[in-house]
C-alpha cells in the first residue's frame, strides 16, 4: 500500500498556519481540529515548517511568554515529507528513524496531505485483518 491510497481513505485535508502567525492561534487550531501538528505554509501554500504540540510544550516549559511567540520561532524549518508514490512501510520507517509522527506529503512542491504514525499503524492493522478474513473464509471453506 502506498501513501496514495492511505490519504484516498483518510481524506486530504490538512490544517495549516502561517508563520507569522503566534503560537496562541497554532493552539486554538490544534484543539480545535483535535491533532497534534501543523504545517507551515508560505504565500503560495508550500510548506516551510512544521509546529507541533510538543514543540510548543516544550518552549512553554522555559518560556511563559510563549503564547505570543510567533510560529515561525519554533517551527522545525527542516521539514521531513514524503510523497503519494511513497510505500507506507517505508514512511513508517522514515517516521520512525526520524522520530517524527507527521509526515507532510507533497506533490510537485504542493502539500497534498498528512499522514500520522496512528495513520499508517491504523492502514497496517485494516491490511493485516484482511488477510487474517481471507485467510479464515478459506479454512473454513475447505479444500476445494
Known sequence: MNIANLLARKGPKVVTIRPDQTIRQALALLAEHNIGALVAVDEGGRPVGILSERDIVREAARNE????????????????????????????????????????????????????????????????????????????????
Open 65 to 144: 511568554a510563549v503564547f505570543s511567540l510567533l510560529v515561525s520561532s519554533l517551527m522545525t524549518r527542516d521539514v521531513i515529507i514524503g510523497t503519494p508514490q511513497d510505500d507506507v512501510v517505508f514512511a513508517a520507517a522514515t517516521m520512525a528513524e526520524k522520530h517524527i509522527r507527521h509526515l507532510p506529503i507533497v506533490d510537485r512542491s504542493r502539500l497534498v496531505g498528512m499522514v500520522s504514525l496512528g495513520d499508517i499503524v491504523k492502514a497496517h492493522r485494516n491490511e493485516l485483518q484482511g488477510e487474517v478474513d481471507t485467510l479464515q473464509t478459506q479454512l473454513l471453506e475447505g479444500p476445494a
